[in-house]
């Protein structure tokens, strides 16, 4: 552990009793010559992440919503760009915004407002997880390193003081999170998702009473521990975030938007993909695209192991350089582009580094060994930052390269370190912030299984390819000689009373049974019952608690990608390639491995999220339909996240509004003090015949208002026996919006 005394010292402000805690903790305060004001947030933000729960949505929201403080603290000092929050109406909430007088010194103004901003709000959305003690000191430590008066708690900014501002600025993020969709009020819990499958107990065989092999199955465990290492109560995890689609997002639009409606309640969902594949009990329909998926997941499962002889090249020379339009859009397309049986895709590498104009240099280890790092380096688990922080940590790999130049889409002046991290935070935060409310507004809406659930649904039924044959199902497994077959007699897997004859077997990973000392054994690949095939997990954790369709890796790392290239002016990494270690014996978590060095080697941005979209069907969690939507989508996403914040860079956004929805309608105060609700249409939006509806999250009507005529203004009286979140339904002819309010008496 080091620590600056001198910043200390300078400070004057550190006292004995934080000093002994962070002495006790071992938490070093950050150097603050070495890295721009935005960098340091940033890592204690990522520092934050890795000691709270894992949940991916509310973490891509944290990492927008921060940055976004950060460049509108930056922003409101630039003579060119123009402030996200600062002065606009975002969703139906209005920053009010009266100005501040230019400083003398618009840097040292900058660092402090950022500064203040970040660490309020950071102390906000971090005060109640499991690592809070730990966080919240490192908050306090870099305030203090930087020689921040943390007793500066005014918001009154009109004297010209950063830190006020800063204050100001977090207070109203704050204030904006509480009505933007994401019920934070509540600490985020579902409102209306119910599971249409009783849970699976993992540890048993088979699906156990799966009613709905088509609908998402929670897990039940003696003992759940999350992705971040973390016990969570109660056994059996909830959905995380099905109707994340309500929330507001940075750069989707009401084009992206479609509206379902199912028992009776709303889903928002952007970007929809279409249908997935389903599986009928005749085996009609798409059947056969959903057993084939399902099967590939089980049949890579049987490359988890170093010791069968197969090796690859895994370095850039023959991974990676796949154009996107070379991706399948249909059903059909998915089998030509997975090698079912070998594993991979249909890269085609690349010929030279561009940088060095010499070949990549090969890397041909164990297939097992490839698999399963690259399954556990993007699985995400203790002690990550969950999959849009890794991505986080890529961009500031990226940053540090010694032969990186930060030029604006790689044109231009040098920017110095401050502008660039503000401006690729920003971008990168709302592209991934966007990507989780598509992502998850697709998981909530289609509700699709896990692997786990669908092959052990398979198996329960039995084989699928020989009407003459034991065990013929429709609805079954298809059959593979040497890794998909029928448990026959005098076969080691046939039971103590030959119960076990006529179920289905699979060569596979043999699962976390097989593993007393994840330092130092390793389960292998072995035949084992259909009934007991487990993902390449930890037995306390086995999947994410959320839906498969579609891959919230594939969105998250594709839109990342776009984001980088296009802030860079380049697709490969520095030097042409990015490199990540994996010592020999020290690297995996969930066992023993990898048995070689490895080392991770991508040539492009691109590359690297089309190797994490492998790695989660190797890792057991995704079928091939999971995962070309969220790649197609993921781009689509990143392009436009990335050409708005531009449009804030250079001053040229067209409007004082960043409304997703056009700011058709504005609803304010939200959050409501039990003062006057107004809802305020745009006079170039005509409505007429109104009728307002307000009910509360079980669907009980509080009150409903009908208007004759045009209508651009109404308000009305909350009153003051209301309290909590309810729902307000706008409607006019086919028109209907829904917001969400917050009134707190």
Avoid at 47 to 69: G, Q
Avoid at 249 to 266: H, I, K, N, T
Avoid at 476 to 495: A, N, Q, T, Y
Avoid at 693 to 722: C, H, P, T, Y
Wanted: some cysteine; aromatic content about 12%.
């Amino acid at each position: 552990m080091k620590i600056n005394l001198s910043n200390l010292e300078k400070s004057g402000r550190f006292g004995t009793g934080i000093l002994i805690l962070v002495l006790i903790l071992g938490i070093a305060i950050p150097c603050i010559s070495q890295q721009s004001v935005a960098r340091q947030w940033n890592e204690v933000l990522l520092e934050a992440i890795r000691n709270d729960f894992a949940r991916p949505t509310v973490h891509a929201r944290n990492l927008f919503h921060i940055s976004a403080a950060m460049y509108d603290a930056w922003a409101v000092y630039d003579e060119t760009a123009e402030t996200f929050f600062l002065g606009k109406t975002v969703g139906s909430y209005t920053y009010s915004f009266q100005g501040i007088e230019a400083p003398s010194n618009v840097e040292a103004a900058q660092t402090e407002a950022m500064s203040f901003a970040a660490y309020r709000l950071l102390k906000h959305r971090f005060e109640i997880s499991p690592g809070a003690e730990e966080s919240l000191l490192r908050f306090d430590s870099l305030m203090i390193a930087m020689g921040n008066d943390m007793s500066i708690t005014s918001t009154s900014y009109e004297d010209g003081s950063p830190a006020a501002l800063g204050n100001y600025i977090a207070e109203q993020i704050i204030e904006f999170g509480y009505q933007d969709g994401s019920n934070e009020w509540f600490f985020y819990e579902n409102l209306f998702y119910e599971s249409q499958n009783d849970v699976m107990i993992p540890t048993l065989p088979g699906s156990q009473e799966m009613n709905d092999p088509n609908r998402w199955q929670p897990l039940a465990f003696d003992l759940f521990i999350d992705q971040a290492g973390f016990e969570i109560p109660g056994g059996s995890p909830d959905f995380l975030s099905p109707e994340w689609g309500f929330v507001i997002p940075f750069a989707l639009s009401q084009y992206d938007l479609d509206v379902r409606e199912r028992d009776g309640e709303e889903y928002w969902i952007y970007h929809d993909p279409g249908d997935p594949c389903y599986i009928q009990s005749d085996g009609s329909g798409n059947s056969s695209d959903y057993q084939w998926g399902n099967e590939l997941v089980a049949i890579w499962s049987s490359h988890l192991d170093p010791s069968d002889g197969v090796m690859i090249d895994i370095s850039p020379a023959s991974i990676g350089n796949i154009a996107i339009q070379d991706y399948p859009t249909t059903l059909e397309g998915l089998r030509e582009f997975y090698n079912l049986h070998e594993g991979g895709d249909p890269s085609r590498g690349h010929e030279i580094n561009p940088i060095t104009q010499l070949p990549y240099p090969s890397q041909v280890v164990p297939r097992g060994d490839y698999a399963r790092v690259l399954a556990e380096f993007w699985a995400d688990g203790p002690d990550s930052e969950t999959p849009p922080g890794h991505w986080y940590t890529i961009l500031n790999y990226v940053n540090d390269h010694e032969l990186f130049e930060k030029r604006f889409k790689g044109q231009g002046e040098i920017l110095g370190d401050l502008e660039w991290d503000v401006k690729a935070y920003f971008t990168l935060g709302g592209a991934l912030h966007d990507a989780a409310i598509t992502a998850w507004s697709i998981k909530g809406w289609y509700d699709y299984p896990r692997p786990i659930s669908s092959i052990r649904y398979m198996a329960d039924q039995g084989q699928s390819s020989d009407s003459e044959l034991p065990n013929y199902a429709a609805n079954g497994i298809p059959l593979h000689d040497g890794l998909v077959e029928l448990v026959l007699e005098e076969d080691p897997l046939s039971g103590d009373n030959d119960e076990n004859i006529g179920k289905i077997k699979l060569m596979a990973w043999k699962g976390p049974e097989f593993i007393s000392d994840p330092a130092g054994d390793a389960a292998g690949v072995d035949w084992i019952l259909a009934e007991n095939w487990w993902p390449y997990q930890r037995p306390t954790f086995v999947n994410p608690p959320f839906a498969g369709y579609i891959s919230g890796h594939s969105t998250f790392s594709r839109a990342a990608a776009e984001v980088i290239t296009l802030l860079t002016g380049d697709e490969f990494f520095p030097g042409g390639v990015g490199e990540f270690v994996a010592p020999k014996n020290e690297f995996l978590v969930f066992e023993e491995g990898p048995s070689v060095d490895i080392t991770l080697q991508w040539a492009t941005y691109r590359d690297a999220a089309d190797q994490t979209s492998l790695s989660r069907i190797w890792g057991g969690i995704h079928p091939p339909v999971d995962d070309i939507p969220g790649r197609l989508i993921g781009e689509k996403i990143g392009i436009a996240a990335f050409d708005l914040a531009n449009n804030y860079f250079d001053g040229s956004i067209i409007t004082s509004v960043t409304d997703p929805f056009e700011a058709e309608i504005l609803v304010f105060p939200n959050p409501s003090l039990g003062q006057t609700l107004t809802i305020r249409i745009d006079q170039n939006f005509q409505m007429d015949n109104l009728t307002m509806r307000l009910i509360d999250l079980n669907g009980r009507r509080i009150w409903m208002k009908e208007f004759k005529g045009v209508v651009q203004e109404v308000k009305v009286d909350m009153g003051a026996s209301l309290n909590g979140v309810y729902l307000l339904r706008v409607e006019s002819g086919d028109i209907n919006k829904t917001f969400r309010i917050v009134i707190r008496n």
